[in-house]
């Protein structure tokens, strides 16, 4: 069986069953509602943010528009968005595991590893479809509903980027949150290599995940110390795209970690499903 | 005798005192008659902006907008993009001047090298959101180089502005600079800040941030007969 009709298989697998369409349902839900919100609110967030020029400065024009909700969205969601990237990575092979057909997966004439590839491909790929269809959804709607226009962006301060200088930000930051929640879907994929209910690597994922965010923010010398260590402190390496300059040698060095981790995470749960001794 | 003295001396120095700081207000509000009397012939101008600010904090790319002014006092401001800008000093309508405050002489200054009158305007009305300002205003050409005001607690805005003469006759602004400083200290640690997550958040917190403005005029278009219409909508 050549590797790419293997692949195939695990991604047809994969996009039949209906659990991999819930993180795209709640997209479905979530975003519509919090950007029709955000339209009804109207610019009273921006104005607010903004009050302390009020009295200095008057202001022509509107920074709420489009491309400021995506990109609010944006930060909000991507601490959610593990979690639904870890429904399905966590049930890649503990899903066999649980449904008892690992024996019957593993009885076919190819080696452990072109399955164990195919499967963690079909991941990354669904990892990187979702976020291609947060991305596209919300940005897509977000203009449709209020108009495109300047960015506004609250980091360390007030930026605010020209219209003509951000949809390819937006693209770019959506590779690199496809970067990240690879990351976050070959954890979940580890995870589900040595347990045979799907439940556990998506709490075993979260649980990880919402511990080294915490140890993250945590002030002390300590903390502060190991932070640059955590792969969580480069989940949000696609934020550096929304600064001006851009720090590229930032944002490199972030995607190598990450980049780092997910190889570490792979080759451990490759190592782990090879020897495993398969009993259902 | 000696009492009577002393108070011949008493009314001869309340006398003086109140005939010069009469003379002061005669003088500023000669010097500001002048000011308005110099765009006497302006009913209206257009005129394109570009504005720079560099402030703490703040990074906004130039901003372009079309400056709209008709007399006495109206604005409108127009903009492709975002732009925000100075509420002090955009236009220097006199004649709202004139009619919210009264002006005293104070002194003689020297800006850049010139000799300017430095009168103090007191807001006519005491609800006025500016009760106070200082100006400068340049007797060669009559027009106001320089204004300092604290529009509100822990402010202060500086106003320096170049003219260039617009068609012969009237010397109108070509370059603005509005320094704002704060007396109040920054507080937030956006290291230690729980509320780092939502960044937005701390802006809500602020207080007025140092910085300054430039704003350079140009292409004036004087007289065009610009519509009331046209200063239905305010820039807010």
């Known amino acids: ?280 | 005798m000696r009492t009577h003295n002393l108070l011949i001396c008493l009314a001869v120095f309340i006398l003086g005192g109140w005939q010069l700081a009469f003379a002061q207000a005669a003088r500023g509000e000669r010097i500001l008659a002048r000011c308005e009397e110099a765009y006497a012939g302006i009913e209206d101008y257009t005129v394109d902006l570009a504005a720079t600010i560099n402030m703490e904090r703040v990074q906004i790319p130039e901003m372009k907008a079309t400056l709209y002014f008709k007399r006495p006092d109206r604005i409108h401001v127009k903009s492709g993009n975002f732009a925000l800008l100075p509420r002090a000093g955009l236009a220097m309508p006199v004649t709202a001047l004139t009619a919210r405050y009264t002006a005293a002489f104070e002194a003689t200054d020297s800006i850049e090298g010139k000799e300017v009158y430095r009168l103090i305007l007191m807001a006519r009305n005491p609800q006025a959101p500016v009760q106070s300002m200082t100006i400068w205003v340049d007797p060669s050409n009559h027009t106001i180089v320089q204004t300092t005001s604290s529009p509100y607690r822990g402010r202060s805005v500086t106003v320096k502005i170049r003219h260039a003469l617009q068609e012969g006759r009237f010397w109108l602004p070509e370059r603005m600079t509005a320094v704002f400083t704060t007396t109040l200290p920054d507080t937030i640690d956006e290291a230690n800040d729980l509320f780092a997550a939502k960044p937005q958040l701390q802006e809500f917190r602020r207080p007025p941030r140092n910085g300054s403005m430039e704003i350079r005029y140009s292409n004036y278009r004087l007289n065009t007969g610009l519509s009331d219409e046209l200063f239905k909508t305010n820039p807010e």
Request: hydrophobic share 60%; charged share 10%; proline share 3%.
């Open chain 1, 1 to 280: 069986m050549s590797m790419i009709r293997l692949l195939c298989a695990e991604c047809m697998k994969t996009f039949l069953k209906k659990r991999t369409y819930l993180g795209f349902l709640i997209i479905l839900v979530v975003v519509p509602l919090v950007e029709i919100a955000m339209k009804i609110e109207g610019g009273r967030f921006t104005e607010a943010s903004l009050r302390s020029f009020h009295q200095d400065f008057f202001f022509i024009g509107s920074l709420f528009n489009g491309w400021f909700v995506a990109h609010q969205l944006m930060n909000s969601l991507w601490v959610h968005i593990p979690l639904l990237i870890s429904f399905v990575a966590g049930d890649q092979l503990a899903g066999e595991a649980t449904a008892g057909t690992y024996r019957l997966l593993l009885i076919r004439p190819v080696s452990r590893t072109r399955i164990f590839l195919a499967k963690y491909l079909t991941t990354l790929a669904y990892a990187i479809i979702f976020v291609s269809f947060l991305g596209v959804f919300s940005i897509g709607l977000a203009l449709l509903l209020m108009g495109t226009g300047d960015l506004l962006v609250f980091r360390g301060g007030i930026l605010v980027l020209p219209a003509s200088d951000v949809a390819w930000r937006f693209f770019a930051a959506y590779i690199l949150a496809g970067w990240s929640m690879a990351t976050i879907a070959t954890i979940a994929f580890f995870f589900s290599s040595f347990v045979e209910n799907a439940i556990g690597p998506i709490v075993a994922t979260m649980g990880v995940l919402i511990v080294l965010l915490i140890v993250g923010v945590l002030p002390g010398e300590y903390f502060e110390a190991i932070r640059p260590y955590l792969f969580t402190s480069h989940l949000n390496v696609w934020m550096g795209l929304f600064a001006e300059p851009v720090d590229w040698s930032d944002i490199v060095r972030s995607l190598a970690w990450l980049g780092g981790t997910s190889v570490v995470f792979a080759a451990a749960a490759w190592a782990i499903f090879v020897r495993k001794d398969i009993l259902t």
